[in-house]
């Protein structure tokens, strides 16, 4: 049965290119949310973003770990801000050298560790923006062949954004989460 969910939801072999993903998320943020805007995440963005992780997701780190994420990674670091400064979402990644999901050799590849988006300023393509700034920086920046992330089984919303964005599900992780529940890791090659 969870293999014929993992088939419906692979969809075909094409992936779109990251700079028609760009074009698209720069589009949907001119038309949905002109008062925002994605940068490079500072050392001072941290507690916001720390903030935010512990406002939206049962998963939480400690404060040297997003130190961490941002000190090596930076330019995959992004955060969405309003127009008047504040922080309402972020995207953080790191790199890793390990075996890929699309080649039988390790590459670098670009690990989605968290994105979140505070409720209010959902719906208005932060969230499709920050992914792809970070995955455009991963391929850039990081030299990274792939990109993969986990999400929960149950978590639709984020399962259909990453699918957009060309992500496959490429496996099940069993009581991945702390509550027990399984992940899928989903990943696509770069650009």
Same mark, same amino acid.
């Given at each position: 049965?969870?293999f014929d969910?993992?088939r419906?939801?692979r969809?075909?072999?094409?992936f779109p290119?990251?700079?028609?993903?760009?074009r698209e998320?720069?589009?949907?943020l001119?038309?949905? &949310?002109?008062?925002?805007?994605? !940068?490079?995440?500072?050392?001072?963005? *941290?507690? $916001?973003? @720390?903030?935010i992780?512990?406002?939206t997701l049962?998963?939480n780190?400690p404060?040297?770990?997003?130190?961490d994420l941002?000190?090596?990674?930076?330019?995959?670091?992004?955060? &969405?801000?309003t127009?008047?400064g504040?922080i309402?979402?972020y995207?953080m990644?790191?790199?890793?050298? @390990? /075996?890929?999901?699309?080649?039988?050799? *390790?590459?670098r590849s =670009?690990?989605?560790?968290?994105?979140?988006?505070?409720?209010d300023?959902?719906?208005?393509?932060?969230?499709? &923006?920050?992914?792809?700034?970070a995955? @455009?920086? *991963? $391929?850039?920046?990081?030299?990274c =062949?792939?990109?993969f992330l986990?999400v !929960?089984v149950?978590?639709?919303? &984020?399962?259909n954004?990453y699918?957009?964005?060309g992500?496959r599900?490429? @496996?099940?992780?069993?009581h991945?989460?702390?509550?027990g529940?399984?992940?899928?890791?989903?990943?696509? /090659?770069l /650009?």
């Amino acid at each position: 049965m969870i293999f014929d969910i993992i088939r419906s939801r692979r969809g075909g072999d094409e992936f779109p290119d990251i700079y028609e993903l760009y074009r698209e998320a720069e589009k949907r943020l001119r038309s949905r &949310a002109r008062d925002y805007r994605i !940068r490079n995440a500072r050392e001072e963005d *941290l507690e $916001y973003v @720390k903030m935010i992780n512990y406002k939206t997701l049962p998963e939480n780190y400690p404060s040297y770990f997003f130190h961490d994420l941002w000190s090596r990674y930076g330019k995959s670091f992004y955060v &969405a801000e309003t127009i008047d400064g504040r922080i309402v979402g972020y995207v953080m990644c790191r790199v890793e050298l @390990k /075996p890929g999901f699309f080649k039988k050799f *390790l590459v670098r590849s =670009g690990h989605i560790v968290s994105i979140a988006v505070l409720k209010d300023h959902r719906r208005r393509g932060l969230g499709y &923006a920050l992914m792809v700034y970070a995955m @455009k920086s *991963l $391929y850039e920046e990081y030299n990274c =062949g792939e990109t993969f992330l986990e999400v !929960r089984v149950t978590n639709n919303p &984020a399962i259909n954004l990453y699918t957009k964005l060309g992500y496959r599900i490429v @496996k099940v992780i069993h009581h991945y989460y702390l509550d027990g529940e399984d992940a899928y890791v989903m990943a696509r /090659p770069l /650009p």
